[in-house]
């Protein structure tokens, strides 16, 4: 509901102004769904609404037509573009990001994204919102495992065996105690790795 002058903020000068700069570029942001975006996260963020809405959801129900549950998938959206442009590509549409919200995190959302690419371009289509859907649900059915059973002792002795030898390259008298503080550092985590697997073997020796 629009509540200009009922709700107790007065916005400064300046405020009003970029209040008023927003509310022009935001009429003329139509088609281009990231600059939309970084617009009403800067009336969010700064809170320009509050001179004449209670709420930023208020505000954009009814200057937008958007309601909040919209507004948070395309502020979403566009985190989720940034992030795909810097470690994939720039995606040139909203509804090629959406799918992507269903995964975990960033990294699952820029591999489904880059999978989708590959397919694309090997079959020399265009990419779609149905592709990346494929993709997204690909990584749920089927996601990488995640094996973990902690290092060996050869990993450890390889570990250690490789850092002396570093040391010896190079090794003088005066690099004595350099060494000797790698060895106890080795050493350290030798305990510790041996801990570990006990805990989580039932004291089971470590596997060679």
Do not use: Y
Not at 136 to 150: F, M, Q, R
């Amino acid at each position: 509901m629009h509540q200009t002058g009922t709700t107790g903020h007065v916005l400064n000068s300046a405020d009003k102004c970029e209040f008023k700069r927003h509310r022009t570029r935001l009429a003329k942001s139509e088609g281009d769904w990231r600059k939309k975006a970084e617009i009403l996260r800067e009336i969010r963020d700064r809170r320009l609404f509050r001179e004449e809405w209670r709420t930023f959801e208020g505000f954009c129900r009814c200057e937008l037509e958007m309601g909040k549950t919209n507004v948070n998938r395309l502020l979403q959206c566009a985190e989720v573009a940034a992030f795909l442009a810097t470690k994939v590509a720039a995606p040139k549409r909203e509804a090629h990001v959406r799918p992507l919200l269903r995964l975990r995190n960033n990294h699952a959302r820029a591999a489904a994204f880059q999978r989708a690419l590959n397919i694309a371009e090997k079959a020399g289509k265009n990419l779609t919102g149905a592709l990346i859907n494929r993709t997204v649900k690909d990584a749920i059915e089927k996601p990488v495992p995640e094996v973990s059973t902690g290092p060996t002792k050869a990993a450890v002795m390889t570990r250690i065996c490789r850092s002396i030898a570093s040391g010896l390259e190079e090794f003088d008298v005066l690099q004595l105690e350099r060494l000797e503080t790698a060895l106890a550092s080795f050493k350290a985590e030798w305990l510790r790795v041996q801990s570990t697997h006990a805990d989580t073997q039932g004291g089971k020796e470590l596997p060679s």
